[in-house]
């Protein structure tokens, strides 16, 4: 079963000549375990799709569907449990809580989960360990670098084990060898924990490094290439 898709799915903003069709008419279907990208030039509609997908905003017409659900006219009550346990959101500017330490951080995706501040704190530091952050745990935003800082919202968005991960422009605001340290954690953890990856770029080495890319121009899909392994 396809863990996301977007059906006709349209987001427009303003209306009469103010009109904008930010996504315009898009389908698309994306499989457990894939590791794909969607490119396009600014202002193609890249934020606008991977926030319908995370949930994060609704379409103007058209259906999404999260793991073989649709989440059509679902409250927001309902659509944050959704996100909450399934969905990991990783930002371009890692949106990070400058006076929390990177546990901290972490802890607080785990915030409504039920779970006790034992459990949460393991499991936060669990998820730094794991990208590599083990050491730097009491480090608040400000005493990490860009790429450490983009761990740590991985980590934020691994913690709760979402199946669909979901990156916007994630190596945006680092330089190139960081950035593909990033993207190397990211393959690492789409093998190792079977997750979902989709992310955003208008880098072309960043697109080399998916296996598939959906290309998006204006708000619709030109084209949909899947690559060998
Ligand atoms: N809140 C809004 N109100 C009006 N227009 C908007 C709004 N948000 C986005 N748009 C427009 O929708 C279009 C798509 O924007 P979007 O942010 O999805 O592009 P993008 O591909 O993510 O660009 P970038 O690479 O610069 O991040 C653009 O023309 C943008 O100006
Ligand atoms: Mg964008």
């Known amino acids: 079963m396809a863990i996301c898709e977007l059906e006709n799915a ?16 898009f389908s698309v279907t994306f499989q457990p375990g894939e590791f794909t990208v969607l490119s396009g030039p600014s202002g193609s509609g890249k934020t606008t799709a991977l926030n319908l997908i995370g949930l994060l905003d609704n379409p103007t017409s058209g259906v999404v569907k ?20 399934k969905i990991g959101f990783i930002f371009q500017s890692f949106n990070l809580v400058p006076v929390l330490s990177a ?12 779970l006790d501040e034992g459990v949460t704190r393991e499991l936060a530091a669990e ?4 990208v590599g952050l083990g050491d730097l745990l009491d480090r608040r935003p400000n005493q990490l670098s860009g ?9 934020r968005a691994l913690v709760k084990k979402p199946k669909l991960l979901i990156a916007d422009e994630p190596t945006a605001n680092l330089d190139s060898k960081t950035g593909n340290q990033v993207l190397d954690l990211m393959a690492r953890l ?5 997750a979902t990856f ?17 290309k998006i121009l204006d708000g619709r899909l030109v084209e949909d290439e899947k690559r060998g392994a």
């Open 10 to 25: 349209s987001r427009h903003y303003g209306s009469g000549p103010t009109l904008v069709k930010a996504l315009d008419d």
């Open 147 to 155: 790429g450490q800082q983009q761990r740590v919202a991985i980590a």
């Open 66 to 85: 999260i793991d073989g659900q649709s989440t059509a006219g679902l409250s927001s009550r309902a659509l944050t449990e959704i996100r909450g346990h």
């Open 190 to 194: 789409n093998q190792e924990h079977d």
């Open 103 to 114: 546990l901290e951080n972490v802890e607080l995706a785990l915030h409504l989960s039920g």
């Open 127 to 130: 998820s730094l360990a794991e």
């Open 198 to 214: 989709l992310f955003s770029t208008h880098d072309p080495m960043v697109m080399e490094r998916a296996r598939r890319v959906v």
